[in-house]
């Protein structure tokens, strides 16, 4: 008998763990078209419950989104702050996708820049949601994520080990919202804090960085719709980077700007702007 309860509390288990990260369907998908080392990593099963989520609803009506987080972020704090809200504005549930591309702490973070592995996993996930659902995608780029991002988009070559992407992907993009992105740097590294890691002249969020002036090098369009969410209030990424040039807003992008919010509340607190804007046809 004692058998039988720890045999069904192991199922359980196993159904909870396997329903707070990628929905089966969808993780099932990743291992027949990727494997399983590419379906792994973007499940981050290392993370836990916090690595990721998103899938089992291909055939919904709509366009898929997938977010994109920022600095120090991980998917799980996208879920709470963004998903219900996505999904009480009405996208269909199993929509909604996100992975972590870093690991999810403050200081780990700071020591690493906006390295190719991070761009990598992005584009997988881009690639893989498009496949899945047959459809184009919708983007929600958040803080560095905005910048990881377009690189992703964009392809080519990565700064810090050359490894190359491959072609741009934006046609499959119909809507990107950069919110709060640090799309031309940040005030945060106006004291050169971490010049090996988030400040790097190589792959970091230095507006002299060769990660960010290949990306502004020459006007790009990274969907069919850009917008670019962002508060000239915000204390991390600021209105000026330490080049005097505008932090957030993206050349081609409609902006949205916003008066007296800081960073996390430029992501959190503007849901119904970025959902706006993802309706745009």
Request: glycine share 12%; with cysteine.
């Amino acid at each position: 008998m004692h058998l039988v309860k720890a045999s069904l509390l192991l199922i359980v288990l196993i159904f909870e763990t396997t329903n707070a990260k990628f929905h089966p369907h969808f993780y099932n998908f990743l291992l027949g078209k990727f494997g399983k080392p590419i379906a792994e990593d973007l499940l981050r099963p290392d993370l836990g419950t916090k690595g990721s989520f998103g899938g089992g609803n291909p055939n919904a009506t709509g366009l898929p989104i997938v977010v994109i987080h920022g600095l120090a972020g991980y998917a799980g704090l996208s879920k709470k702050s963004l998903l219900n809200k996505y999904y009480s504005y009405g996208q269909p549930k199993g929509t909604v996708f996100a992975t972590t591309y870093a690991r999810g702490k403050l200081m780990d973070s700071l020591q690493h820049g906006m390295q190719c592995d991070y761009v990598l996993k992005v584009r997988t996930l881009i690639l893989a949601v498009h496949e899945y659902t047959q459809k184009p995608v919708n983007i929600i780029a958040c803080s560095m994520g905005s910048p990881i991002t377009r690189k992703a988009i964009l392809g080519g070559h990565c700064v810090d080990s050359g490894v190359n992407l491959g072609r741009p992907i934006n046609h499959l993009i119909h809507n990107y919202v950069s919110v709060a992105g640090a799309n031309h740097g940040a005030i945060m590294c106006a004291r050169q804090p971490f010049v090996n890691g988030i400040c790097s002249l190589t792959h970091g969020l230095d507006c002299r960085s060769k990660f960010l002036q290949e990306i502004n090098s020459q006007p790009f369009q990274y969907g069919k719709n850009m917008f670019a969410i962002y508060s000239v209030a915000d204390e991390v990424v600021g209105l000026r980077n330490t080049c005097g040039e505008m932090s957030s807003p993206l050349e081609g992008a409609t902006p949205i700007v916003k008066t007296r919010l800081l960073h996390g509340a430029v992501i959190g607190g503007t849901t119904e702007d970025q959902w706006r804007s993802l309706q745009t046809p």
